[in-house]
């Protein structure tokens, strides 16, 4: 039995949106099926970080590549109890800002990271961030934006909204 659009209440245009969210959705599972999205060097990159840095930082920021970043934390006298890929970090003499970034990602702790995201609501996220550019760039602004607006980690939906919009994919993110 065929059921007329415009009878049954949707419209073409509702119809082709939900084609569109159905084959995005679609490349998004497919995409959860095969993690293999790593950053194999972090210092590759340093050069467009840094300038992502510079023109969304309200404060001068250093951007810190470590191969580890608890053990960074540890020799500096304040362990923490997980190891993330990144963390703001604020000189406690100078008030300094820094951003601490892994150098090597693997494919195990983006899936994990975009997998957060996602809960947070951020459903395309896998989309946007497909690349080690453009997942570094927002892990970087995500880190930026605990620094630059004073949120503490309880606000991670609300760096990553930040980081998305200075990506310029607010709309497109969630």
Same mark, same amino acid.
């Given at each position: =039995?065929?059921?007329? !659009?415009?009878?049954? %209440?949707?419209? *073409?245009?509702?119809?082709?949106? =939900? @084609? *569109?969210?159905? &084959?995005?959705?679609? !490349?998004?599972?497919? =995409?959860?099926?095969?993690?293999?999205?790593? *950053?194999?060097?972090?210092?590759?990159?340093?050069?467009?970080?840094? +300038?992502?840095?510079?023109?969304?930082?309200?404060?001068? #920021?250093?951007?810190?590549?470590?191969? &580890?970043? #608890?053990?960074?934390?540890? /020799?500096?006298?304040?362990?923490? @109890?997980? /190891?993330?890929?990144? =963390?703001?970090? !604020? &000189?406690?003499? $100078?008030?300094?800002?820094?951003?601490?970034? +892994?150098? +090597?990602?693997?494919?195990?702790?983006?899936? @994990?990271?975009? %997998?957060?995201?996602? *809960?947070?609501?951020?459903?395309?996220?896998?989309?946007?961030?497909?690349?080690?550019? @453009?997942?570094?760039?927002? $892990?970087?602004?995500?880190?930026?934006?605990?620094? /630059? /607006?004073?949120?503490?980690?309880?606000?991670?939906?609300?760096?990553?909204?930040?980081?998305?919009?200075?990506?310029?994919?607010?709309?497109? #993110? %969630?």
């Amino acid at each position: =039995m065929h059921i007329c !659009k415009i009878c049954s %209440g949707r419209d *073409v245009a509702e119809e082709e949106r =939900m @084609s *569109v969210a159905k &084959d995005e959705w679609a !490349k998004v599972v497919r =995409m959860s099926e095969e993690p293999n999205l790593e *950053v194999r060097d972090s210092e590759d990159h340093r050069s467009s970080l840094e +300038r992502v840095i510079r023109e969304h930082g309200r404060e001068r #920021a250093e951007l810190l590549i470590e191969d &580890d970043v #608890a053990e960074w934390q540890a /020799n500096r006298g304040t362990p923490i @109890s997980s /190891n993330p890929i990144a =963390m703001a970090v !604020k &000189d406690g003499q $100078t008030g300094a800002w820094g951003i601490l970034l +892994r150098r +090597r990602i693997d494919s195990g702790r983006v899936e @994990s990271v975009l %997998g957060m995201m996602e *809960v947070r609501g951020f459903l395309k996220a896998r989309l946007l961030l497909d690349t080690p550019e @453009s997942f570094l760039e927002h $892990t970087v602004l995500h880190e930026l934006a605990h620094l /630059n /607006n004073g949120w503490r980690h309880d606000r991670d939906a609300d760096c990553d909204e930040w980081a998305f919009e200075k990506m310029g994919q607010k709309k497109e #993110a %969630g």
